[in-house]
Structure formats: structure tokens, C-alpha cells
């Protein structure tokens, strides 16, 4: 596969030259061979104004991470779906958040549906529980709505016996203000 960085200026010279109607149809066939692409122009134009709608596909794609179907969740492609959002919403704050919450509580749900102990799962939900943090200290307008919904998150994860995995909480309660009862 060619380096996409040095042939990107010799496409963006191709793709100026070509007519508008060409290039909504070349943008179709990105989006019928790719589910991907598909829900990023969805998520770019499509639902602009409905977040609501808009995180969906991302949220069922990290959902589906989590069943239980004998294979483990990939933390990594959880983060590339957080992550393939921000790009197509031009990272909505809202949205963002709802996608960390959703990914804590579906791992929650996971380790206390399968009694998982396990070091290295511990190790990337912690990871993603410190990236949920660092969102809402970006945002902290956006932890209200979200506090019950980590609540029950975090007491679902302290019958783990883990403390790693309980740092993330109580250090988001301490940021947000909140003394450590209300978690």
C-alpha cells in the first residue's frame, strides 16, 4: 500500500478536478464498501443536529465489544470508535462522553456477568476509565447528567476487589468537586 501522506496532494489535485455530482458519487461507493465511512458522512451530515441518533453506530459497535460471546473485547477498537466519532463530529463533547459512559458501563457489566479476573483486562479498563476522566475534566459542565450512570459503573466494578480500577473514580469525584461519598 502506497504511503498515504506522500500521494495525498497528487489525489487532492485529482479530486479538485472532478465535478461535484462525481464526487457524491464516489463518496456513495466509499460509504456502501465501508461501514466505517458510512458512519462518519451519517454521523458528518446526516444527523447534525440529533446526538442522540448520531452516536449510535458508534455505541453499538462498543456495545458489541462486550457480549458475550467467547471473545474478548478489544479495548483498542473501542478507542477507534471513540476516536472515529470525534473525526466525524469534529469531537462533540456530548457525544464523547456517552461513548466513554457507555463503554464503562458494557465492561461493568462484562467483568460482573463473567467474574473476569483478569490483569490484563483490569489494566485497559483502567486505561479507558483515565480517558473518561480526562474528558470530563475537559467538560466538567458535562458530569452531572453522567454521575448516576458512573455511580452504579463504579459499585459494580468494586466488587472486582481491584483498586487500580477505583482510582479513575474517586479521582474524577475529587475534580468534579465532589467528596467521595457521592460515588
Excluded at 106 to 124: I, K, P, T, Y
Excluded at 138 to 147: C, E, H, Q, S, V
Aim: overall charge negative.
Amino acid at each position: 500500500m502506497p504511503d498515504s501522506k506522500s500521494d495525498w496532494p497528487a489525489i487532492k489535485t485529482q479530486l479538485e478536478r472532478e465535478k461535484k455530482a462525481d464526487l457524491i458519487h464516489l463518496i456513495q461507493e466509499l460509504t456502501a464498501v465501508s461501514p466505517a465511512a458510512q458512519q462518519f458522512v451519517y454521523a458528518r451530515y446526516l444527523h447534525s443536529r440529533h446526538m442522540t441518533i448520531r452516536v449510535q453506530p458508534y455505541r453499538k459497535r462498543i456495545v458489541a465489544h462486550f457480549d458475550s460471546n467467547g471473545t474478548w473485547p478489544d479495548f483498542q477498537e473501542i478507542a477507534q470508535a471513540i476516536k472515529e466519532y470525534q473525526l466525524a463530529t469534529g469531537v462533540e463533547p456530548k457525544g464523547v462522553a456517552e461513548l466513554y459512559v457507555s463503554a464503562l458501563e458494557a465492561a461493568s457489566n462484562f467483568v460482573d456477568g463473567l467474574g473476569v479476573h483478569d490483569v490484563g483486562f483490569f489494566g485497559d479498563l483502567t486505561e479507558l476509565s483515565w480517558q473518561c476522566v480526562s474528558h470530563f475534566n475537559d467538560f466538567p459542565a458535562l458530569f452531572p447528567p453522567y454521575a448516576a450512570r458512573l455511580k452504579t459503573t463504579m459499585t459494580i466494578l468494586a466488587r472486582c476487589h481491584w483498586d487500580s480500577l477505583m482510582e479513575p473514580f474517586y479521582q474524577l469525584e475529587l475534580d468534579m468537586g465532589h467528596d467521595e461519598e457521592t460515588f
